[in-house]
């Protein structure tokens, strides 16, 4: 069964530290897509980043990046320079091939001033 | 930019009343589902839909059931609502398997 596991179900970090959002999964495709989603107080949800499981490179968007492990099935966000608008719910997710997305539980970080 | 919209923010309902979510999407999207949200549990997929009046059964479907008759509109029925169904409920879109976009989503509270 493919599952999504976020181990830190809460975090608190400082503005302008680096903090390091964990995930890791479980699936026998080789192809896949990975990602993480944003979800801040009362707002939309939103893609925040993608990794494609074929690219070796890590993805990185800004200030967020992610440490992709296939091997290890490890798949963790980092967000560097942490601004107060980051405080959100963040979902680590992994789509099907029939078209569902299973989502992890949510880590919710707190940016603190 | 894709757009999904939901009929209200906010929503208080009585136990034993039918209760309607509306969803709608702006991008021709194939795909349209819907989800609650509750503390602890993530997002679990309550129903979802590959066409229109197509429509398959998520993880947890009970208590629920959708109508898709136009591909922009998915609607989510709670046919007798229930305290057990309070909930944060989002609807999201997709094109194809890749990334789903979600609308802000509805708090329903039931008394």
């Known amino acids: 069964a493919q599952t999504v596991t976020q181990s830190q179900p809460e975090m608190s970090v400082q503005e302008a530290e680096t903090v390091t959002l964990s995930c890791t999964y479980d699936t026998s495709e080789n192809n896949y897509y990975l990602f993480w989603y944003k979800q801040p107080p009362s707002r939309q949800m939103i893609l925040v980043i993608r990794?494609?499981?074929?690219?070796?490179q890590n993805a990185t968007e800004n200030r967020f990046s992610v440490n992709f492990q296939k091997a290890a099935k490890s798949f963790s966000l980092k967000i560097s320079d942490s601004q107060l608008g980051d405080t959100a719910m963040y979902f680590c997710a992994f789509p099907r091939t029939d078209d569902k997305i299973i989502f992890g539980k949510g880590t919710r970080l707190h940016i603190l001033p | 930019d894709v757009k999904v919209t939901q009929s209200s923010r906010y929503l208080v309902k009585r136990t034993g009343e039918k209760v309607f979510l509306e969803c709608v999407q702006d991008?021709?999207?194939?795909?349209m589902f819907w989800y609650r949200q509750d503390p602890g549990l993530g997002l679990r997929l309550i129903y979802f839909?590959?066409?229109?009046?197509?429509?398959e059964k998520g993880d947890i479907p009970e208590g629920y059931s959708v109508s898709r008759e136009k591909k922009e509109r998915f609607s989510l029925i709670l046919e007798s609502a229930s305290t057990n169904q309070t909930s944060m409920y989002l609807c999201?879109?997709?094109?194809?398997?890749?990334?789903?976009?979600f609308g802000p989503g509805t708090r329903l509270t039931v008394l």
């Open positions: 839909s590959y066409d229109v009046k197509m429509k």
């Open positions: 999201a879109s997709s094109l194809g398997g890749i990334e789903q976009f």
């Open positions: 990794q494609e499981a074929y690219k070796q």
């Open positions: 991008m021709d999207h194939e795909n």
